[in-house]
């Protein structure tokens, strides 16, 4: 293979599986103090794409309930990514308050919760395709402004082109991952998270509101769903409804090859598996996700606790 061709596959790599990290993230941050799947994550994914699509003014097709709507502003790419993917995020408070703590409270099995979760998404996935359909969305080609639609990083005998949108991808979620790397680590939100992640009786004896950490940790969750939709969006489209479905699946993939409950495991995993797909050739790209789950297979046979987990130890 070609060396320019082996860095573009490498730079699209990523790319992908800086999304498939940062989608990962939410899914980590919940089993981290709960214990639980959200498998209402990937319906916010879906969520957080059509809410920045409707904020840039962009208008809905002529099927379901709101037909034909478009809303009377036009915000820019990234303050309607910011704007939506803040609206994901309530959305996975009302989740949390909803679907989870009434179970959180009378102690109910963690696979009930897990049911709870599954049926939430399976209500948000079919309400928006009662409401706007279920055809596929194109943002618009303006969206990063005047952006060039690629940019080579070889030379013009040999050409490396990368798509904008990919270092867009790339470099939002590499600031959000160092950000909310360098929060958890450093800053007392942080510690009390991660107090609560370890200890929710003791946490809550030493002072801090557990509920409190709860729900931030959704909203967090939920947001970074919310931000990971709208970019895969905005790369190849919202391809409808269930849009999140495939990406909830790789991030199951994501935090088992990382290791549950760990964070940089929850970014090497989606580093990982991006990179991977990458490498599939074109006339096999229909089994890149066979690729990604055959890795988690070895991952599991090998090593079950996942690259950067540990062992659960039960106490008897």
Do not use: W
């Not at 840039?56 to 309607?80: T, W």
């Not at 706007?132 to 005998?157: K, Q, R, W």
Request: glycine residues 12%; aromatic residues 12%.
């Amino acid at each position: 293979m070609d060396i320019s061709l082996l860095l573009q596959n490498f730079l699209n790599g990523l790319s992908i599986g800086s999304i498939y990290a940062i989608f990962a993230l939410g899914y980590t941050l919940i089993f981290s103090i709960l214990g639980i799947i959200n498998f209402a994550h990937g319906a916010l994914f879906t969520l957080g794409a059509y809410f920045t699509y409707a904020l840039m003014g962009e208008a809905f097709g002529f099927n379901g309930l709101l037909a034909n709507l478009q809303l009377p502003i036009k915000l820019p790419f990234f303050l309607a990514l910011l704007i939506g993917s803040t609206l994901a995020g309530f959305v996975g408070v009302v989740i949390e308050y909803i679907a989870f703590r009434p179970l959180r409270k009378r102690k109910a099995d963690p696979l009930l919760t897990v049911v709870s979760s599954l049926g939430v998404a399976l209500i948000i996935v079919n309400l928006i395709q009662y409401l706007v359909g279920a055809e596929s969305y194109t943002f618009p080609s303006n969206t990063y402004g005047n952006l060039p639609a690629a940019i080579n990083f070889g030379s013009s005998d040999k050409p490396i082109p990368i798509r904008t949108v990919q270092i867009v991808i790339f470099v939002v979620c590499g600031s959000i991952l160092s950000l909310l790397t360098y929060a958890i680590n450093f800053s007392r939100f942080g510690k009390a998270m991660r107090a609560v992640a370890e200890d929710q009786v003791t946490a809550s004896l030493l002072g801090i509101n557990t509920n409190l950490f709860i729900v931030s940790t959704f909203f967090i969750s939920s947001f970074l769903a919310g931000l990971a939709g709208t970019l895969v969006g905005s790369s190849v489209s919202i391809s409808g409804p269930y849009l999140g479905i495939t990406f909830g699946l790789k991030g199951l993939a994501v935090i088992v090859l990382g290791g549950l409950g760990s964070i940089p495991g929850a970014v090497l995993g989606g580093l990982i598996i991006g990179i991977t797909e990458a490498f599939v050739p074109a006339d096999y790209s229909a089994y890149k996700d066979a690729v990604a789950f055959s890795i988690l297979l070895m991952m599991l046979l090998i090593k079950p606790e996942g690259l950067l987990g540990r062992r659960f130890i039960q106490k008897v």
